[in-house]
């Protein structure tokens, strides 16, 4: 069975810090890994995805997030947080041989102005 | 172009009561997700359809159980609500497994 583990329950920062987010998911096959970003009072919205290809993606709002197979990690990163960054965030990992989404526990980023 | 929606946005139920939840998804898309978030956790997966089908199935009792419609639509039914059922329940649409989901915003349900 696959899990993710998300390391750090709240992270409060001040705007214009760098923010890093450590995930880490346990499966060795091969996988599609996702961070999804929840704002208050709204829906869960996709911030980047890696299917295949550069272990580097790039997703909105300036957030990136690296894939490091050997580790089993995928980390979200944003060089400058903003205050309308504060939200809850979630990565999530999909193994091709399960097809089921599972996600970590969630990081709540609060960021003050 | 919608996206995923779903109803009703709230709903109260009593232990014992059966509830059934309604989402629509996003346009294109054939397949279709259902997650339970709890307070403070990450969704978790209770199943997913296509093709009419149940094709995945998460850690959940039979007490959940669901359906695809011919228009991709799906129902979420749950019989003999628990208090531990509260939660907001999402539902997430895609075009095949492994690729991305779309969440619509979800039913909160309060079991009293």
């Known amino acids: 069975a696959q899990s993710v583990s998300q390391h750090n329950h709240h992270v409060i920062l001040s705007e214009a810090a760098s923010l890093e987010l450590g995930c880490n998911y346990s499966?060795?096959?091969?996988?599609?890994l996702f961070w999804y970003v929840q704002y208050p009072g709204q829906h869960l919205q996709l911030l980047l995805k890696?299917?295949?290809?550069?272990?580097l993606v790039k997703g909105i709002k300036g957030f990136e997030a690296e894939f490091i197979k050997s580790k089993f990690s995928f980390n979200l990163r944003k060089p400058s947080v903003q205050w309308s960054d504060t939200a809850e965030y979630f990565c999530?990992?999909?193994?091709?041989?399960?097809?089921?989404?599972?996600f970590g526990q969630g990081t709540i980023l609060t960021v003050h102005p | 172009d919608a996206g995923v929606t779903q109803s009703p946005t709230h709903l109260i139920k009593t232990r014992g009561q059966q509830v059934t939840l309604r989402c629509s998804p996003k346009?294109?898309?054939?397949?279709v997700s259902w997650y339970q978030q709890a307070l403070g956790q990450g969704p978790q997966f209770i199943f997913q359809?296509?093709?009419?089908?149940?094709?995945q199935r998460g850690n959940f009792p039979d007490r959940f159980s669901g359906h695809q419609f011919p228009n991709y639509s799906s129902e979420l039914n749950v019989n003999a609500l628990l208090l531990g059922d509260s939660a907001l329940y999402l539902c997430?649409?895609?075009?095949?497994?492994?690729?991305?989901?779309?969440f619509g915003p979800g039913t909160r349900l309060t079991v009293l």
């Open positions: 346009s294109g898309h054939d397949t």
């Open positions: 499966y060795g096959g091969t996988v599609n």
């Open positions: 997430a649409s895609s075009k095949t497994e492994g690729n991305e989901q779309f």
């Open positions: 359809y296509y093709e009419e089908e149940e094709r």
């Open positions: 999530a990992v999909i193994s091709l041989e399960y097809g089921k989404l599972t």
């Open positions: 890696y299917f295949s290809g550069d272990p």
